[in-house]
């Protein structure tokens, strides 16, 4: 993100992984931060932002009009606007982990695969999409969205952008995104296959398996890659999946514990 | 460990991490597996065991002999034993922990530092003081055991291997053990500073913090080490500790985790 360091200041919206990299980014280049995150995000999300010495700006996500409200800050307060997904190098940040799986990939002798990717407003999946097009094109993304926030899946069955019926509901808050972004969705068109949908009760399951098997600490919303891996037959023998984000409450994981305690 | 390769099985006695890692490396191998392991051991632990397809065998820790147990079922079935510390190969093995630890020192430009591992019988620590004392003499090993079973960091201090006066009562379960290896031993004489102890308590709110912030799964016993890191002030600006072992019961992880709920 070049833009940070000729900046004022630093703007974002976002509730989750994003929010805490622009914190910690601007931090690194000392200089200031302000997040709009929904009023509804988990504690543990806006205390580590904060934590990372940002500025906290809460709003509310069913009647506040999220991208209306971060254009008047920016303007009020000069700052750059890093937006969460709709961002060419937010993509390509976001595409290094795309890299990252072709690497590995290789290493482990798989040329023909579906990635599976946690998917919100589809930065991530875009920036992987690109990476894996250039370095291993036998590996093809596949968005995994929660039920109910499937605009993805919708809008490429489709062919064009659609939006979502409610805006929160799921416990998935990480990936909850109005619609695909202008710029993810003709990558994704292009390049991805199907989405995939998983359920909220499948997604806590994911979370539980990856504390039993893999001791790692997932969020719902960064386990729904990895449930469709695990409960979605017929995507073949071998089945990348990206598993991303572990901005969870407490409270959250020991209901998905609760499953295998 | 080559010798598995010869053997017509192999057997050991762990209730954690080398369990599972001699039942795979016996998978892998295709050859019988069996463990002993304490019929207090977690019941994750016994079920990842028997998962990678070992035979597990329960014994009351606190009125059976286990190396007496141990010669007769070795004896019996003509298996190989593996023990949990008290092996050079196994001590070796434990000890690429430590090249790691050097190179990524290095890359960090760090020079001198404390190493806090956690220790139960002492063949992680005392490959990991192997190691460092060839590639990074400035990192030195300092033990850190549970409150009443810190018979490493006592009889480091009395000079001679001393034991601890109860089998069981501490939550940190993988690294209960009687009393130091006799291999194991003299290695940290020679290259260990003093032994740290924590409490309970500390242990199960490192697993928290390391849950909250670096996103892992560690089970208590895993986490002595973080826990004086984080608990015990005097060890310097860098501390380098291990974080091994994340073979944790959910209703364990969930109680250490109603801390920062």
Redesign the interface.
């Known amino acids: 993100m070049p833009q940070v360091v000729r900046a004022r200041g630093v703007f974002a919206f976002s509730s989750g992984n994003h929010a805490q990299a622009v914190a910690l980014a601007a931090r690194m280049h000392g200089i200031a931060a302000a997040i709009l995150m929904p009023s509804d995000a988990p504690a543990?999300k806006i205390a580590n932002t904060r934590a990372y010495g940002a500025e906290v700006i809460l709003y509310d996500r069913t009647r506040e009009d999220r991208d209306a409200l971060g254009a008047r800050l920016v303007d009020e307060r000069r700052m750059t606007l890093i937006r969460p997904y709709d961002d060419p190098q937010v993509i390509a940040g976001q595409g290094t982990a795309g890299l990252e799986i072709a690497e590995q990939a290789a290493e482990a002798g798989i040329t023909a695969a579906p990635v599976l990717t946690c998917c919100g407003g589809g930065g991530l999946s875009a920036g992987i999409a690109l990476a894996l097009a250039d370095r291993a094109p036998g590996l093809k993304v596949q968005t995994t969205e929660p039920a109910g926030f499937d605009d993805m899946a919708r809008s490429l069955a489709a062919g064009e952008r659609l939006g979502n019926a409610a805006a929160t509901g799921s416990i998935c808050d990480a990936i909850l995104t109005p619609r695909p972004g202008e710029i993810t969705f003709p990558i994704l068109q292009r390049l991805a296959g199907p989405g995939l949908v998983v359920t909220d009760a499948e997604a806590l399951r994911a979370v539980?398996l990856a504390?039993?098997h893999l001791?790692?600490?997932l969020e719902p919303g960064g386990a729904v890659a990895l449930a469709a891996a695990l409960f979605r037959p017929g995507l073949g023998d071998v089945v990348i999946c990206t598993a991303s984000g572990?901005n969870v409450?407490?409270?959250v994981?020991?209901v998905a514990?609760?499953d295998?305690?």
């Open positions: 543990v539980a504390f039993a001791r790692i600490v572990g409450d407490a409270t994981f020991a514990l609760s295998v305690a």
